[in-house]
Structures are given as structure tokens and as C-alpha cells.
């Protein structure tokens, strides 16, 4: 036979007992939802992001800069150069109004 004392302990567990089976069975349910959402903020975030920029771009940049980094070495260096001719000779050279050195050709179009 049931004790009274034991059987009232039983009936006011039985809701949390209830309360607890509730929850394992949401507990899938909750973890796909999850899922879900995270999968959509991800997109979202992806959506928003700029197209990283091709590395084909980033060659010509550098080849610009470098190119660039020469031109103002060889100014440099007629620049000393002229001033080092300056102080042999009296007569003062015009400086930057000369004809300019032609870019180098890096293509030759020939028709046949």
C-alpha cells in the first residue's frame, strides 16, 4: 500500500516531471529553429559584404606605384646631376621646360 505522505510527493511531482518531458521534446525543434536563424543572419551578413577585389587589379596598382617610384628616382637623380653641372659651369641650364625622356613602348602595332 501507498503512504499518503508518498503519494501527495508523487502527485506534485508529476507537473514538473510533465514540464521536463515537454522541454526534450521541444529541444529538437529548438536547435533547428536555431539553425534556421543563424543560416539567415549569415546570408544576410553575406549579402551586405563588398566583393572582395579581383588580385589582377591589386598587380596593375603596384606596377603603377612602382613605375612611378622610378620616374621620381630618375628625376632625382638629373636634378643632382644638373646642379652638379651647374656649379662647373657659369651659364645656368633651364631646368624642367627641356623635352621630356619618352615613356618606355611596351607594344609596337605592325601592319602587314
Known amino acids: 500500500m501507498v503512504e499518503p505522505v508518498a503519494l501527495q510527493d508523487n502527485l506534485g511531482k508529476t507537473t514538473a516531471a510533465e514540464k521536463i518531458a515537454q522541454i526534450e521534446k521541444a529541444q529538437p525543434e529548438l536547435a533547428q529553429r536555431d539553425t534556421a536563424l543563424?543560416?539567415?543572419k549569415k546570408a544576410v551578413e553575406h549579402q551586405s559584404k563588398p566583393v572582395p577585389m579581383d588580385k589582377s587589379d591589386?598587380?596593375?596598382i603596384h606596377r603603377d606605384q612602382e613605375q612611378?617610384?622610378?620616374?621620381?628616382?630618375r628625376k632625382k637623380l638629373q636634378q643632382e646631376e644638373s646642379e652638379s653641372k651647374g656649379e662647373e659651369s657659369s651659364a645656368p641650364e633651364p631646368t624642367g621646360t627641356g623635352p621630356q625622356p619618352a615613356p618606355p613602348v611596351k607594344h609596337l602595332d605592325?601592319?602587314?
Request: aromatic letters at 0%.
Open 38 to 40: 543563424v543560416g539567415r
Open 58 to 60: 591589386e598587380v596593375i
Open 68 to 73: 612611378q617610384k622610378k620616374r621620381e628616382e
Open 110 to 112: 605592325v601592319r602587314a
